[in-house]
């Protein structure tokens, strides 16, 4: 069965801090999802990553797929408090499994001045 | 014009009660699916949904039915309401299930039980 993991948990930042969410997944797979989601909120997407290698940036966010580690980072450049939100990574281990997403447990990220 | 749409948002209801919560999405996709978020924000599929068709039925009681009329609709229905079903339920949709299944997420309905 395929097994999400993120760390840290939770993350407390400091305004212009760079820092790095981790996902490691269980299976072998290539599509890797990172959401996020404000408190009381819905989940928004913000990167698919598709391929080993895949590496997207969007503003100060930028996620990384290495399928032979099993690992996608989430990199944050110059946080700033409108990153304050939590960031769940989410795979789809393909095959059967028609669709099926597996959440990581998320990542509280606070970024305060 | 909100892709995927859930009624209620909020819904708080007494044990035993039996309740409803509908979703519908306007993006066109053939597959649905209901998740179930805890209290720890930890997020688990329920149910999925493809061209109407019960796709995935994680192990989740039978007090919970879904139901899907059409490809834009899935609905939620839960029997005899305990007091551990509180939690927050999204509704999402995708364009397919095999290759491209991003899912785009409702805004959730907050149910609880007392």
């Known amino acids: 069965e395929l097994k999400v993991e993120q760390n840290p948990l939770f993350l407390s930042m400091q305004e212009g801090k760079n820092y790095t969410i981790y996902c490691n997944y269980s299976?072998?797979?290539?599509?890797l999802y990172w959401y996020r989601q404000d408190p009381g909120k819905s989940l928004e997407s913000l990167f698919v990553?598709?391929?080993?290698?895949a590496v997207k940036q969007e503003g100060r966010l930028m996620a990384s797929l290495d399928t032979k580690a099993r690992l996608s980072t989430l990199h944050i450049t110059a946080a700033v408090h409108d990153l304050s939100a939590t960031y769940f990574c989410?795979?789809?281990?393909?095959?059967?499994?028609?669709?099926?997403?597996?959440f990581g447990q998320g990542t509280i990220l606070t970024v305060h001045p | 014009d909100t892709a995927v749409s859930q009624t209620p948002k909020y819904l708080v209801t007494q044990m035993g009660n039996d309740k409803s919560i509908k979703c519908e999405q306007n993006?066109?996709?053939?597959?649905m699916y209901w998740y179930k978020q805890d209290s720890k924000k930890f997020l688990k599929i329920m149910f999925s949904?493809?061209?109407?068709?019960?796709?995935i039925n994680e192990t989740v009681p039978n007090r919970f039915s879904p139901k899907s009329p059409d490809k834009a609709h899935l609905n939620l229905h839960i029997n005899s309401l305990e007091l551990g079903d509180s939690a927050v339920y999204f509704c999402?949709?995708?364009?397919?299930?095999?290759?491209?299944?991003?899912?785009?997420f409702g805004q959730g309905t907050r149910l609880t039980v007392v």
């Open positions: 299976t072998t797979s290539d599509r």
């Open positions: 949904y493809n061209n109407k068709e019960l796709i």
């Open positions: 989410a795979m789809n281990a393909g095959g059967t499994s028609y669709g099926k997403l597996t």
């Open positions: 999402a949709s995708s364009k397919g299930w095999g290759g491209n299944t991003e899912a785009f």
């Open positions: 993006l066109g996709h053939d597959t």
């Open positions: 990553l598709l391929s080993n290698g």
